[in-house]
């Protein structure tokens, strides 16, 4: 059975078999939805990526401040305890060169490198050695400058390299120290007391937190990239929601204005024509016009149906339809709607058989009813003469179920997914109708949180069914009334 029929064949643009809704042929007519889908992707990728972008930044200069800060704090205390260290190397040989009882047992080999890996000497102003490991040549050690600076300010401390020649054959290693040199006034005159720490260790030390540092950055940002890539998709979903309704209510909304035109067009050529003929006729008493005047009659009624189906239908589209929610009895409903059709049923040689079944559900009443009315209006329209149209109600679970079956051509199965598309209709449909009564009947159904579906019976003829959430039952049995009280008897 066709949805609602057309009056001008050539309504079906698209070829049979082709199961694409309304809203794909728009798109394909209309380029500039294309264009404002593509514009709407990238706009989502260049969102997107800005919020990678973003956190991938932030993260990256979170990790360089905190990386700055734990590696000037690593750098700092060693030095302060390499310092420390030299500190207290060079007061035990300020007490080895001044004759310290203490210390009268010690040699100049004690202040080797070795123990804290450092090593002690002294010299005088014009360079000569005072004191010197004997196993190290110290000549080339001396730093000049350095004494000089700590003359004038009391220490001096400075990082250097150099190339120390050890104990064991001739060979030179060069070395970074920390060097601090001081200055005692001796016997002998002012002596200058320099000791050098080996600084390789330290230096591995700090060289092994940085590559730390940087390679658990770089995981730390690509793991703040990939979770900032997977948030910022999820958190775009209400957007690209967002922009879909949109690209979708301006689509209906192009439709709508183009259907309506369409549609609205063969009424008012039918009306234009009378209205020309009755001019042309202006002389001619009513009588002899009256063809013309039934014909606009007639199109005025069917502009008047279409119109009230093209607000309900903009309303609901818009969200300013409200619907009641009161207790209904479905299979009332289904029998007053059929018995408002036995006019038009009768006309078509059209039997209209209710089966009703008690069918509590929550809903409108009024649209309840319209949606009774417009599926038997369906099948009544598509119903052969002397045929049979069946409406039943039957309750199953959580559940209502609403039925109305015909006897007439039934659904190709190509047109099946189309059925409720808005103006569509097929190409042997009978005509009159607004093309929008299924449309406004799955409105009614999908608005009560049912469903509708239309298939072909296997004896022929169409069976479109409802099935609209029952209505829980809320009666609870009253209270047994309290036993009355007995009477008091009389003690005397």
């Given at each position: 059975m066709p949805a609602e029929p057309t009056a001008e064949p050539g309504l079906a643009t698209e070829p049979p078999?082709?199961?694409?809704?309304?809203?794909?042929g728009l798109a394909e007519r209309d380029p500039a939805i294309a264009r404002e889908e593509v514009d709407d992707a990238r706009l989502v990728r260049r969102v997107r990526w800005r919020l990678v972008a973003w956190s991938g930044g932030s993260t990256l200069l979170v990790l360089l401040a905190l990386g700055a800060a734990i590696y000037l704090a690593a750098a700092s205390t060693l030095e302060s305890s390499g310092t420390q260290l030299l500190e207290h190397r060079v007061d035990d040989f300020k007490s080895f060169i001044l004759g310290s009882p203490t210390d009268n047992e010690r040699s100049p080999a004690d202040f080797v490198f070795g123990g804290g890996g450092t090593v002690v000497y002294g010299f005088l102003a014009d360079g000569r050695i005072?004191?010197?490991?004997?196993?190290f040549t110290v000549t080339g050690l001396i730093d000049q400058a350095a004494a000089v600076s700590a003359d004038k300010a009391g220490q001096d401390v400075r990082f250097r390299t150099v190339s120390v020649q050890g104990p064991v054959g001739n060979e030179s290693v060069d070395v970074p120290v920390r060097q601090l040199t001081v200055p005692v006034d001796t016997s002998a005159g002012r002596v200058f007391v320099q000791a050098l720490q080996d600084r390789s260790s330290e230096v591995r030390t700090l060289d092994t937190l940085v590559l730390v540092l940087i390679v658990g950055g770089v995981i730390v940002v690509v793991i703040a990239v990939g979770f900032g890539a997977f948030y910022a998709r999820r958190a775009?979903?209400?957007?690209?929601?967002?922009?879909?309704?949109?690209?979708?209510?301006?689509?209906?909304?192009?439709?709508?204005?183009?259907?309506a035109s369409?549609?609205?067009?063969?009424?008012?050529?039918?009306?234009r024509s009378s209205v020309d003929h009755l001019r042309r006729h202006?002389?001619?008493?009513?009588?002899?016009?009256?063809?013309?005047?039934e014909d606009i009659d007639a199109e005025v009624g069917h502009l008047t149906d279409m119109v009230g189906d093209l607000l309900l239908l903009a309303?609901?589209?818009s969200g300013a339809v409200s619907l009641e929610q009161l207790p209904v009895e479905l299979d009332d409903v289904a029998a007053d709607a059929a018995t408002g059709l036995h006019g038009p049923a009768e006309a078509r040689g059209v039997t209209l058989v209710v089966d009703p079944e008690p069918g509590p559900v929550i809903g409108d009443p009024t649209r309840l009813r319209q949606l009774v009315t417009l599926l038997l209006d369906n099948a009544i329209r598509h119903s052969p003469p002397t045929g049979e149209v069946r409406v039943a109600v039957r309750s199953a679970g959580d559940v209502v179920r609403l039925?109305?079956?015909?006897?007439?051509?039934?659904?190709?199965?190509?047109?099946?997914?189309?059925v409720f598309d808005r103006f569509w209709r097929a190409p042997d449909a009978p005509s009159g109708g607004t093309g929008l009564g299924l449309s406004i009947a799955k409105w009614i159904v999908e608005r009560h949180g049912g469903r509708i579906e239309a298939s072909n019976r296997p004896e022929g003829g169409a069976r479109f069914e409802v099935e609209?959430?029952?209505?829980?039952?809320?009666?609870?049995?009253?209270?047994?009334?309290?036993?009355p009280p007995e009477p008091a008897t009389d003690p005397r």
């Amino acid at each position: 059975m066709p949805a609602e029929p057309t009056a001008e064949p050539g309504l079906a643009t698209e070829p049979p078999g082709r199961h694409a809704t309304a809203q794909d042929g728009l798109a394909e007519r209309d380029p500039a939805i294309a264009r404002e889908e593509v514009d709407d992707a990238r706009l989502v990728r260049r969102v997107r990526w800005r919020l990678v972008a973003w956190s991938g930044g932030s993260t990256l200069l979170v990790l360089l401040a905190l990386g700055a800060a734990i590696y000037l704090a690593a750098a700092s205390t060693l030095e302060s305890s390499g310092t420390q260290l030299l500190e207290h190397r060079v007061d035990d040989f300020k007490s080895f060169i001044l004759g310290s009882p203490t210390d009268n047992e010690r040699s100049p080999a004690d202040f080797v490198f070795g123990g804290g890996g450092t090593v002690v000497y002294g010299f005088l102003a014009d360079g000569r050695i005072v004191r010197a490991p004997g196993a190290f040549t110290v000549t080339g050690l001396i730093d000049q400058a350095a004494a000089v600076s700590a003359d004038k300010a009391g220490q001096d401390v400075r990082f250097r390299t150099v190339s120390v020649q050890g104990p064991v054959g001739n060979e030179s290693v060069d070395v970074p120290v920390r060097q601090l040199t001081v200055p005692v006034d001796t016997s002998a005159g002012r002596v200058f007391v320099q000791a050098l720490q080996d600084r390789s260790s330290e230096v591995r030390t700090l060289d092994t937190l940085v590559l730390v540092l940087i390679v658990g950055g770089v995981i730390v940002v690509v793991i703040a990239v990939g979770f900032g890539a997977f948030y910022a998709r999820r958190a775009l979903v209400p957007i690209r929601d967002s922009l879909a309704s949109q690209r979708a209510a301006l689509r209906r909304q192009r439709e709508f204005a183009a259907d309506a035109s369409h549609e609205l067009r063969t009424p008012l050529t039918v009306i234009r024509s009378s209205v020309d003929h009755l001019r042309r006729h202006a002389d001619e008493p009513v009588r002899a016009v009256g063809d013309a005047l039934e014909d606009i009659d007639a199109e005025v009624g069917h502009l008047t149906d279409m119109v009230g189906d093209l607000l309900l239908l903009a309303r609901s589209d818009s969200g300013a339809v409200s619907l009641e929610q009161l207790p209904v009895e479905l299979d009332d409903v289904a029998a007053d709607a059929a018995t408002g059709l036995h006019g038009p049923a009768e006309a078509r040689g059209v039997t209209l058989v209710v089966d009703p079944e008690p069918g509590p559900v929550i809903g409108d009443p009024t649209r309840l009813r319209q949606l009774v009315t417009l599926l038997l209006d369906n099948a009544i329209r598509h119903s052969p003469p002397t045929g049979e149209v069946r409406v039943a109600v039957r309750s199953a679970g959580d559940v209502v179920r609403l039925s109305v079956e015909d006897q007439g051509h039934g659904i190709r199965p190509e047109d099946l997914p189309r059925v409720f598309d808005r103006f569509w209709r097929a190409p042997d449909a009978p005509s009159g109708g607004t093309g929008l009564g299924l449309s406004i009947a799955k409105w009614i159904v999908e608005r009560h949180g049912g469903r509708i579906e239309a298939s072909n019976r296997p004896e022929g003829g169409a069976r479109f069914e409802v099935e609209l959430p029952a209505r829980p039952s809320t009666l609870t049995p009253l209270p047994e009334p309290a036993p009355p009280p007995e009477p008091a008897t009389d003690p005397r």
